[in-house]
T-cell receptor, first 114, second 114 residues
Framework: KAGVTQTPRYLIKTRGQQVTLSCSPI?????VSWYQQTPGQGLQFLFE???????NKGNFPGRFSGRQFSNSRSEMNVSTLELGDSALYLC?????????????FGPGTRLTVL | AQSVTQPDIHITVSEGASLELRCNYS??????LFWYVQSPGQGLQLLLK??????LVQGIKGFEAEFKRSQSSFNLRKPSVHWSDAAEYFC????????????FGRGTSLIVHP
């Protein structure tokens, strides 16, 4: 069974631009979560989508948004990019998004903001 | 609020030696605890998790962890380290009874000498 895939793997943008990252979960998984990983802040939860609805949200500004499609694929969008948005963005999927479910992570998208 | 502390930023061991990675958590109730591993250029992979019951948990790749409520600790151990274990290790805590919104520690980088 294919794992979680994320596209693109690498991205370079300039300040002020916007970016869209994509995540395809494991087949049958309905929950998709997004995380930001930086050397300074570590791993931080961005948001979680389940059945096309944002169910949980971390402490990030409104510039960070996402959505989930009917096939469970998810996208996250960052508008008006700042230098501090440079990070590895990880997507993870699980069956139902419950804490007892195992989350499977993708390899991440490395975003560099210049 | 829940929090996780991994006191060791880096740990260096020789191949074949035993390993213990420390994790201390802060959480008001019984926590759900996790250990993940991240190899370079990869996403996170779940090594093991503790929800309840036996406080010694067995995971994949020969790892185990012990939950000690009195010390608020969930240390990861392996009796004999292999060179392929070199990676970043993250401890995480989640709230019981709900969606999976983990709080991660800052990680411990494991270096394995031949």
């Amino acid at each position: 069974k294919a794992g979680v895939t994320q596209t693109p793997r690498y991205l370079i943008k300039t300040r002020g631009q916007q970016v869209t990252l994509s995540c395809s979960p494991i087949s049958g998984h309905r929950s998709v979560s997004w995380y930001q990983q930086t050397p300074g802040q570590g791993l931080q939860f961005l948001f979680e989508y389940f059945s096309e609805t944002q169910r949980n949200k971390g402490n990030f500004p409104g510039r960070f948004s996402g959505r989930q499609f009917s096939n469970s694929r998810s996208e996250m969008n960052v508008s008006t990019l700042e230098l501090g948005d440079s990070a590895l963005y990880l997507c993870a999927s699980s069956l139902m998004g419950q804490i007892t479910d195992t989350q499977y992570f993708g390899p991440g998208t490395r975003l560099t903001v210049l | 609020a829940q929090s996780v502390t991994q006191p060791d930023i880096h740990i260096t061991v020789s191949e074949g030696a035993s390993l213990e990675l420390r994790c201390n958590y802060s959480y008001g109730a019984t926590p759900y605890l996790f250990w993940y591993v991240q190899s370079p250029g990869q996403g996170l992979q779940l090594l093991l998790k503790y929800f309840s019951g036996d406080t010694l948990v067995q995971g994949i790749k020969g790892f185990e962890a012990e939950f000690k409520r009195s010390q608020s600790s969930f240390n990861l151990r392996k009796p004999s380290v292999h060179w392929s274990d070199a990676a970043e290790y993250f401890c995480a805590v989640g709230a019981a009874g709900g969606s999976y919104i983990p709080t991660f520690g800052r990680g411990t980088s494991l270096i394995v000498h031949p």
